[in-house]
């Protein structure tokens, strides 16, 4: 059930609109009255590799509380991922779909997931293909959050979230079951390789701190579906955040952990922390 809450927040927090930054991942932020800064990370949430490094194992001893974009640790949320994953309104895939496009979605997920459409009809389709991600590495899923909730929990410091399990999962309401699953009839005709290839690109990028390019990789038309929904997705999200981010930094100095492609854009938490009249840098 983690690995699937994993990748849920992978596939809400990996698009977003061009704004040129500083190569870099981690972020300071001070000035506007904070007596002592708090720091931004851009995290990825499905990686082969989630060694921290130093100026990052320096932030967190330099910080007291740790923020991500939920609390992973909360115990009410296995239950709610399950009743999150059911399309409202009884609408099914099947009922969404020609049966010849519905036999190439069925035979792809059998393929990838060893379950096919009569066991997944209800989910969302979004959901449904997600549950293909593990086949799109060469590795076991690691993630960026699971590093930090490490050293914090050694730090003997809490973990908090920025917003609730149910108020990600609503973004999968607020799309379109419809265009969902017109996606998920894309990927299984396209196949796995295709997935992959696109998965270790941004890998790629995202390793290389790049998040001009990784954000332009992401906003390619190849990825329409991410590119029309970027308001429902990031922008919300973002603007939701800042007042939560405001009052954690003010009470004491904390490091936010989020997924990398929120950080950019003029609806990115960056520039919206900036209109703010913070300073926010990059940790060279």
């Not at 293909?129 to 699971?146: A, F, N, T």
């Not at 790629?204 to 990789?217: G, Q, S, T, V």
Request: hydrophobic share 40%; net charge negative; charged share 25%.
């Amino acid at each position: 059930m983690k690995n699937l809450l994993i990748i849920t927040l992978s596939l809400i927090s990996l698009f977003a609109n061009a704004q040129k930054l500083d190569k870099g991942l981690l972020w300071k932020i001070s000035g506007n009255g904070l007596s002592s800064p708090s720091y931004l990370y851009g995290t990825m949430h499905i990686v082969c590799d989630n060694t921290l490094e130093a100026s990052t194992l320096k932030a967190l001893d330099n910080t007291k509380q740790l923020y991500l974009e939920m609390d992973m640790d909360d115990p009410s949320i296995p239950l709610k991922m399950m009743s999150g994953m059911v399309m409202k309104d009884g609408k099914t895939m099947t009922s969404m779909s020609s049966p010849e496009d519905l036999k190439v979605v069925d035979e792809y997920l059998v393929k990838n997931t060893g379950m096919g459409v009569k066991m997944m009809d209800k989910f969302k389709p979004s959901m449904a293909g997600m549950m293909v991600m593990p086949k799109m590495v060469d590795c076991p899923i690691k993630s960026v959050e699971e590093a930090l909730m490490k050293v914090t929990k050694e730090q003997n410091e809490q973990t908090y979230g920025l917003e609730t399990l149910d108020e990600q999962m609503a973004v999968f309401d607020a799309i379109s079951y419809e265009e969902q699953m017109k996606e998920l009839i894309k990927s299984a005709k396209e196949g796995t390789e295709k997935g992959r290839a696109m998965f270790k690109k941004m890998l790629d990028l995202y390793n290389a701190k790049d998040l001009n390019a990784l954000m332009d990789f992401m906003n390619d038309e190849e990825n329409k579906f991410y590119g029309d929904n970027t308001d429902v997705l990031l922008d919300q999200r973002n603007a939701n955040w800042i007042s939560k981010i405001e009052e954690a930094a003010k009470k004491t100095p904390t490091f936010f952990g989020v997924g990398a492609a929120h950080l950019g854009g003029e609806n990115g938490v960056i520039a919206l922390l900036r209109k703010k009249g913070y300073k926010v840098e990059a940790v060279k």
